[in-house]
């Protein structure tokens, strides 16, 4: 079971350029959420998904940020364009056929400069 | 609005001492978790509580319920160095899995 992997892991660009982080879920899930965490925030839901289809985005900040999960494999989170203040470490998670458990991916560690 | 409140945030333990943290939260809800999180790394699940009055063990870590109060607590026994870390709470309300966190507590134990 290699659990949910997320990419890049450490992802440095310009203030204005378009930011595509990854997600590929554990197989069989139910949910899938996207976190961002931060030292001042700490971990904010920005989007959850069950069964692919989006539930509830109103932690997503801005225009400028969206999420999508074309099939039950794939979640992709884009930040078009990026600010500095972008700067955090992105989660993806979801749950596993019981629904009781939400397991974390390694995160993407983001820097906008 | 689920909220979710955890205390202490910072907390300085000696080793082999007891302590709890709490956890509160502010609306009914169906699923309450506890998670680990070292520096640097991603969050690790440690409990996942259902019903009122749960209590569950792992090691030095208990993590008990009570659905009435809206409360759980963590509590440590016997506290040692590697338990150093920051213990999250989380909470999904009825009927929604939008899970939310508490800001964290953040554990060092010192020899």
């Known amino acids: 079971d290699a659990g949910v992997i997320q990419s890049p892991r450490h992802e440095v660009t310009e203030m204005g350029q378009e930011v595509t982080l990854r997600c590929k879920p554990i197989s069989g899930h139910n949910s899938l959420f996207w976190y961002r965490q931060t030292m001042m925030r700490g971990l904010e839901l920005l989007i959850y998904?069950?069964?692919?289809?989006?539930?509830?985005d109103s932690g997503m900040p801005e225009d400028r940020f969206s999420a999508k999960m074309p099939n039950a494999s794939f979640s992709t989170l884009k930040i078009q364009p990026s600010e500095p203040r972008d700067s955090a470490v992105y989660f993806c998670?979801?749950?596993?056929?019981?629904?009781?458990?939400?397991?974390f991916g390694e995160g993407s560690w983001l820097t906008v400069v | 609005e689920l909220k979710v409140e955890q205390n202490p945030l910072f907390l300085s333990m000696q080793e082999g001492k007891n302590y709890t943290i709490y956890c509160n939260y502010s609306?009914?809800?169906?699923?309450l978790y506890w998670y680990r999180q070292d520096p640097g790394k991603s969050l690790e699940s440690l409990f996942v509580?259902?019903?009122?009055?749960a209590v569950k063990q792992e090691g030095r870590l208990m993590a008990s319920l009570d659905t009435k109060a809206r409360l759980s607590t963590l509590h440590i026994t016997a506290a040692v160095h590697d338990l150093s870390a920051t213990y999250f709470c989380?909470?999904?309300?009825?009927?929604?899995?939008?899970?939310?966190f508490g800001a964290g507590t953040r554990l060092t134990v010192k020899p």
């Open positions: 998670a979801d749950t596993r056929n019981s629904g009781n458990t939400i397991y």
């Open positions: 998904f069950n069964n692919n289809v989006p539930i509830d």
């Open positions: 509580l259902l019903s009122n009055g």
């Open positions: 989380a909470v999904t309300s009825y009927n929604n899995n939008d899970m939310r």
């Open positions: 609306t009914t809800s169906d699923r």
